[in-house]
């Protein structure tokens, strides 16, 4: 079992940059497929980003895509969401999520029903 810690959030302004981490505790993310989802004030939870287990497939969200990069470094204890040209509609909690649920469709991996390992999020605010 694994349990995931964000860390990283912060105020940044707009066009700015900030890069989350997602650290395993109690494990390492060695058999799991990691994702980070974002719930922004008065709305659902929505996916923004995920890593398969074998780490040689990342998705994205369509509102994400082109700024963020999701990664996980060799050790397999932390898996990374570097953010760029970051605007005020990026403001949210960010969660941080991992399931060693096997899937062959990727699709499956931006739902947060796949997931059974949560953190507890980290803030992002972005000011205009």
């Known amino acids: 079992q694994v349990q995931p810690v964000e860390s990283g959030g912060g105020l940044v302004q707009a066009g700015g940059s900030l890069r989350l981490s997602c650290a395993a505790s109690g494990n390492n993310f060695g058999g799991y497929s990691v994702g980070w ?4 004030p008065g709305k659902d939870r929505e996916f923004g ?3 398969r287990f074998s ?4 998705l994205y969200s369509d509102s994400l895509k082109g700024r963020v990069t999701i990664s996980r470094d060799s050790a397999k204890k ?3 969401l570097q953010m760029n040209d970051l605007k005020p509609e990026d403001t949210a909690i960010y969660y941080c999520a991992a399931s060693n649920k096997y ?4 699709s499956y991996y931006t ?4 997931y059974d390992y949560w ?4 803030q992002v605010t972005v000011s205009s």
């Not at 780490?55 to 990342?58: F, N, P, R």
């Not at 899937?103 to 990727?106: L, M, N």
């Open 37 to 40: 989802f974002r719930q922004a």
């Open 49 to 51: 980003a995920a890593i």
């Open 55 to 58: 780490g040689t497939s990342t």
């Open 78 to 80: 932390t898996v990374y």
């Open 103 to 106: 899937y062959s469709s990727d």
């Open 111 to 114: 739902v947060e029903e796949t």
């Open 119 to 122: 953190g507890q999020g980290t």
